[in-house]
């Protein structure tokens, strides 16, 4: 658990309560947060509330992981939304939430994965609908190298349907990153295509600090 500005996606550069759940379904070849796969400690509710900023402070609170969805959020969701937090959940899309859940988060991260990630098993297969329910929701997707990965998110969607906002975010993990945003951006305007390009506000603030 830790407080800094969200720096992905739709709500980029906006404070933040950060917790981080222990656990994942999925082993990316580009995650930045692998330690979280198996390293966790056990907190109740309301171990893990009295360690968050009030919201007067930083109202925003996102569940990460790891893949939240591994665990029952319910109860967490709903004592946070009982206090006055808005909720955002980060999640890899193969877990499809209850509808309780679905009315009680604010805004849904997902973010499918492409063949870029290199999953030991091959892809999951994924079913969106419940993202048509959410109270609001967008698609984030890495890309390691645009020629190939783009064409794939396209593909991706016009098999979807869903016809949400679509967030592409360079591979973190590049040294030049900031030549690696470079590369997205360009091959978007070339192509004039609909997505959003935005880089990890963190990893350009911060590098792959741990917490940050």
Not at 11 to 21: A, C, D, Q, Y
Not at 41 to 56: D, N, S
Not at 144 to 170: A, H, T
């Amino acid at each position: 658990m830790f407080t800094s500005v969200q720096g992905e996606g739709d709500v980029i550069g906006r404070l933040s309560n950060f917790i981080r759940l222990g656990g994942c379904n999925l082993r990316c070849s580009f995650c930045d947060t692998k330690y979280s796969w198996d390293e966790y400690r056990v907190i109740g509710i309301r171990g893990i509330m009295g360690g968050l900023e009030l919201p007067e402070a930083a109202r925003l609170v996102t569940i990460t992981g790891g893949e939240p969805l591994l665990q029952r959020l319910e109860p967490l969701v709903s004592e946070l939304k009982r206090v006055g937090y808005i909720v955002l959940v980060e999640t890899n899309g193969t877990i499809v939430p209850s509808e309780e859940l679905l009315r009680l988060v604010d805004t849904w991260s997902i973010s499918p994965k492409l063949s870029n990630s290199c999953q030991p098993g091959g892809l999951p297969r994924y079913s969106l609908g419940w993202a048509r329910r959410a109270r609001s929701a967008y698609l984030k997707f890495v890309i390691l190298n645009p020629e190939k990965d783009v064409p794939e998110v396209s593909e991706f969607l016009e098999g979807s349907g869903l016809g949400l906002e679509v967030v592409l975010q360079p591979d973190g993990l590049r040294e030049d990153y900031v030549e690696a945003v470079r590369e997205l951006v360009d091959y978007v305007v070339r192509r004039r295509l609909p997505y959003r390009v935005l880089p990890q506000l963190h990893r350009l603030v911060y590098g792959s600090r741990r917490g940050a």
